[in-house]
């Protein structure tokens, strides 16, 4: 039997940093697979810096980033861009990943090409359309596109068989982000490789906050009312703030109107993967909206306090690490505080323990491919 083709479609960041290590196990049985990769570059510097991590050069470049790109543009830029690659590519199966503009139009091409869709990350929800938004919708939409479900835990796997989606398409395979993730921390901590200095001067005897955000649904008050949390934090004589900004023009505007120059806030530039997971390690806590964030600090025994009002990750919640604090001031500056001033409560939710993975999801997702559990949507 010919190997199977299988199209990896991906484009923002985090999308990269869970396909790379899939891509690569792929790679390792070239009889079975014939790997081709197609990225979108609806992020351009922050998905190239992830292809360098992991030494891939893609196939397809579709450079479809523009500046301050509305959900309009990247949509119908991405879709069209799609058609031709499909049209030559011809893959058995395309693996689109997450909730992103580039996973539903990946899927959409596929499905439009008849091609099997296999969805990495399959069956997170909110239940909220607006929450996070698109994602939550751009999600719900990949799942009816898709023949091969890929969910991370258990709890997304019932996601989808609430929705009606059959048992034999679905696969739990644990999550691709803590493949990447071991991965590097086990680079880092055997000297394979070594995190560049930190981008500013850090002070040991402060504890350091470690922030990100870019939820578009925070956009405008919530940003405001985040900066301001980080003002009152910062002001602690214990406490350095730092915050990698995203590039999105939404987020660094008010981050630099509220934020720069305030003394223990040290503003820097999107890390690239390698040394943020440094940066999560030296961490004393993690305040952040990120998806992939709240995946990774449990492994790194790390707090996570999550700056939404809904999440789709609420394994970490159960298991105690992870606590919604959403974008009142009051409660992120009184949840933080718990965490700086209570040894006791740091310890307690500070342990190693990761329900999204166990860093082999990879493997089994290839094996449930190699079933070929693939029947196509018609
Ligand atoms: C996107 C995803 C979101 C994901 C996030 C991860 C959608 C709708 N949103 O949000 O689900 O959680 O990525 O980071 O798919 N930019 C750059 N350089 C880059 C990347 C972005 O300059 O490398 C700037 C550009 O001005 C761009 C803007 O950020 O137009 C927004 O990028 P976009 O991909 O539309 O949305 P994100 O907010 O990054
Ligand atoms: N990340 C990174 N550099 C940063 C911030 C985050 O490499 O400055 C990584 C992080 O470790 C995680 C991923 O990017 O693997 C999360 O991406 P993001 O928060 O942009 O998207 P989300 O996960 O919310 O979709």
Redesign the pocket.
Known sequence: MPPCKVLFIFG???EA??LCPTILHLRRFPSEFAVRVCVTAQHRS?LDQ?LQVFAITPDHDLDVMLPGQTLFQSTSRILSALEPVLRHEQPDMVLVQ???TTTFCGALAAFYQRAAVGHVEAGLRTGDMFQPFPEEMNRVLTTRLTSLHFAPTEMSAANLRKEGIPDEQIVVTGNT?ID??LYIKSRLENGRIVAPPLPYLPDPSRKMILV?G??RESFGDGFLRICQSLQRLAARPDVEVVY?V?PNPNVQDPVNQLLAGLPNVHLIA????VP??DL?RRSHLIL??????QE?APSLGKPVLVMREKTERPEAVHAGTTRLVGTDPQRIIAEAELLLDDAAEYDRRSHMHNPYGDGRASERIAAAIQRRLISPVE
């Open positions: 923002t960041r985090p940093i869970k922050l992830v997450g909730d992103t982000g990447a993730l990100t870019h939820r990698p995203h999107p890390q690239e993967y943020f997971v999560m952040t909206d990120s998806g992939g964030v990774e």
